[in-house]
């Protein structure tokens, strides 16, 4: 079993039960837009994941810091759910069940999501302009376009729609180009 399949097995569960309270309670957006944010610190630091990660840190230290991090910026139910992960030692596996998450309430709102990946930043116009394309390619209401920088495309951009992949970078381009030569 690749680790990939073994980290959403244990983070399946525990997404679906902050889906559930929160539908209970009728604050999807709420959690949905308060776990972005603590994905978003733990994405952009790295010592927060190394922390986090490291068995040999204390669990009253981890608790702490998480403590200090989110304490007034969350949910009190996301807070005892993140001090929860530690105890159980399954903080190792909150990006996971973030995204996890956040997918779920994606196809709860049938929000398509697309993966663009790019080697420079598109502007708001450029984005708004490949929003309405994927909209009539996927017959969707609304896009999340989550947008990731990869200087290896050299120019172009990648679009990943679930399983499906339109490359229409320059290293693409390039790499069509050679296996057409090298094939005659």
Known sequence: MSNQNFEEKIATPYAEALIAHAQSLNILDQYKNEL?????VLSESKDLQAFLLNPLTSNSNKKAVLKKLFENQVDNFIMNFLLVLVDRRRISFLKTIIEKY??????????????????????????????????????????????????????????????????????????KISLYLNAN
């Open 102 to 175: 956040l997918k779920i309430t994606y196809l709860l709102e049938s929000i398509t999501i697309v993966e663009l990946y790019s080697a420079v930043d598109l502007n708001e116009v450029q984005q708004n302009n490949l929003i309405d394309k994927i909209k009539l390619m996927t017959s969707s209401n609304e896009i999340k376009l989550v947008s990731k920088r990869d200087s290896s495309l050299i120019g172009g951009f990648i679009i990943k729609i679930g399983s499906k992949i339109i490359d229409a970078s320059l290293i693409g381009k390039l790499n």
């Open 36 to 40: 972005s944010s603590v994905l978003l």
